[in-house]
Each structure stands twice: as structure tokens, then as C-alpha cells.
């Protein structure tokens, strides 16, 4: 592969991470940890780390994989996608029952379980064989191809950086001024959250009807 070749590859992961950030699943995980900050530049900081969990499982993975020319097993990224909604849910009502408790800007989350890095990783699994083996079919070798979903693995992490910082800014500034605005807006966040998760449910059954 030439210079041009590489800096293509280059390109096209780093645009197609950052696409796939903004997907949905991604974007209800994100925003309800990014809600319970109190600084946009923390709120960023969860972005970053989610990224960053959803980079290290697509490197474990995809590695494994391209290294022992492993097949792809059958349903693995459904199953992957119900875990997936499982966690969204689990999100979900998590915002809500500290919207219940009220006050809550600038908690930060005690539970392991709750680690922007943890949802990451999740959300990594689920994509992983997919993106793997979009890789594997395209590059000219199991090298290049880890490669691209190092690269892709990166695009997603800045996009996750920059997205939560977008949503973290306006919301902190909210939630200093105008509380019931913010309460409002954290109940949004968990339904959005809880919707997401459904649609992912629903999916699955009427694919498996």
C-alpha cells in the first residue's frame, strides 16, 4: 500500500469513527453519564473515556480475530446488541432515580458498573465483529485491516470528546440557572435512553421472527 493509499485509510476511519459515535445507542450511553458532571470539560472527559474503552475492545478483538483468522461466530453481534440495550436501560433508569433524588450535578458515578470506560467497552463488543470483518474484506491484509480499526477506534473517540463536550457545555450552564430546566432535561435523557434500548429489543425480535 502507497502514501496515498495510507493517508486515505487514514481519512476514511478517522470520518467513520467519528459517524459512528453519533449513533444513537452511543449517544443516549454518553449523555446520561455526561449529565451528572458539572464542568463541560468533565462532561468531555466521559466522552473520552468511553471512547477510549470502546478503542481498547476494538484493538482486543479485532487483534484476536485478524491474528488467529478466527470465524466470525453466527448471532454473536445480536447478542452483543441486546447487552447493549440491557446497559442503556440500566442508564436510563439510573437518571431517573437520581432525578428523583433531585440534586445531582456534579455526582460523580461510585459504582464501577457505572465507569464512563466500563459502557465503552460494551458498546465495543457489540460492534467489533462487524467492523472486523468490514475490515478484513477490504484491506489488502489482517495487518492494514488492524490497522483501519485502530484508526476508526480513534475517529470514534475524538468524535465521543467532542460530542460530549457540545452536550456537557449547554447543560452545565443550564443546570447552574435554571434547575427545573435541567431536572427536565435529565428526564428526557433517560426516556431517550429507555427508547433507544427498546428499539434495539425490537429489532432483535421481529429479525428473529
Excluded: C
Amino acid at each position: 500500500m502507497d502514501a496515498g493509499s495510507f493517508l486515505s485509510l487514514l481519512a476514511v476511519g478517522v470520518l467513520l469513527g467519528l459517524r459512528h459515535a453519533l449513533e444513537p445507542d452511543h449517544v443516549a450511553a454518553v449523555v446520561n453519564l455526561v449529565t451528572q458532571q458539572n464542568n463541560p470539560w468533565k462532561a468531555a472527559g466521559v466522552g473520552a473515556l468511553w471512547g477510549l474503552g470502546h478503542l481498547l475492545t476494538l484493538a482486543a478483538v479485532g487483534g484476536v480475530i485478524l491474528a488467529l483468522h478466527l470465524p466470525l461466530p453466527r448471532g454473536i453481534s445480536a447478542a452483543m446488541e441486546l447487552i447493549v440495550a440491557l446497559a442503556l436501560a440500566w442508564l436510563g433508569l439510573g437518571t431517573l432515580r437520581t432525578w428523583k433524588r433531585s440534586s445531582f450535578v456534579g455526582r460523580s458515578p461510585r459504582s464501577p458498573l457505572l465507569s464512563p470506560t466500563f459502557w465503552g467497552v460494551i458498546h465495543g463488543l457489540s460492534g467489533s465483529a462487524a467492523l472486523v470483518l468490514l475490515a478484513s474484506s477490504q484491506m489488502p491484509s489482517p495487518l492494514w485491516a488492524f490497522l483501519y480499526v485502530l484508526v476508526f477506534g480513534a475517529g470514534a473517540l475524538l468524535g465521543m470528546f467532542l460530542m460530549s463536550l457540545a452536550v456537557g457545555a449547554p447543560f452545565v450552564l443550564v443546570a447552574g440557572r435554571v434547575r427545573y430546566l435541567q431536572r427536565l432535561a435529565s428526564v428526557g435523557v433517560a426516556l431517550g435512553s429507555l427508547a433507544v434500548a427498546s428499539a434495539i429489543v425490537w429489532d432483535f425480535l421481529r429479525g428473529g421472527a
